[in-house]
């Protein structure tokens, strides 16, 4: 006599796309987060930035000065340079995917903080942005000034 005990292979089947079909559907949720907790990121490292200099073109009277557009690695770009020699931080902060996509400042794939100021009274800084999630501000390079 056959008992009615287990599984046919039909319900182990269903049972096996329902759940693949939710990780899918948590593996995308999980990576659109990841992607505006960078953008989130990037918008206080800006800000963070936007201090530093403030507090440089108070001891100093002026922003430092980098006639071209650098990438800010941190430690040894024309704006690190100048922000560590006047001991207001020890590093700068930095893309949370610096490097990612190569290129340059302005390519659509590259992720850097870039800065430039001509002659100190003024500067801008230019980021990308993965996503339109943080409110005023859309995908793509944005930029911030004093």
């Known amino acids: ?65 980098c006639s071209s557009e650098v990438q800010v690695n941190g430690t040894s770009d024309c704006l690190s340079l100048g922000i560590i020699s006047e001991a207001i931080v020890n590093v700068l902060p930095k893309d949370p995917k610096h490097g990612v996509g190569g290129g340059s400042c302005g390519d659509s794939s590259s992720f850097y903080y870039c800065y430039v100021s001509a002659d100190g009274s003024s500067y801008t800084i230019r980021y990308n942005l993965e996503t339109d999630s943080i409110y005023g501000k859309s995908a793509g390079w944005n930029s911030a000034n004093p």
């Not at 008992?3 to 182990?12: P, Q, W, Y």
């Not at 953008?39 to 490292?45: G, M, P, Q, T, Y």
């Open 1 to 65: 006599m056959v008992s009615g005990r287990g599984f046919t292979l039909i319900e182990l089947l269903v049972v096996m796309a329902i759940i693949g079909i939710l990780s899918s559907i948590a593996i995308v949720s999980l990576s659109q987060g990841a992607t505006k907790s960078r953008d989130a990121r990037r918008e206080v490292d800006i800000k963070e930035l936007q201090k530093i200099l403030a507090l440089y073109e108070s001891n100093r009277g002026r922003y430092p000065i």
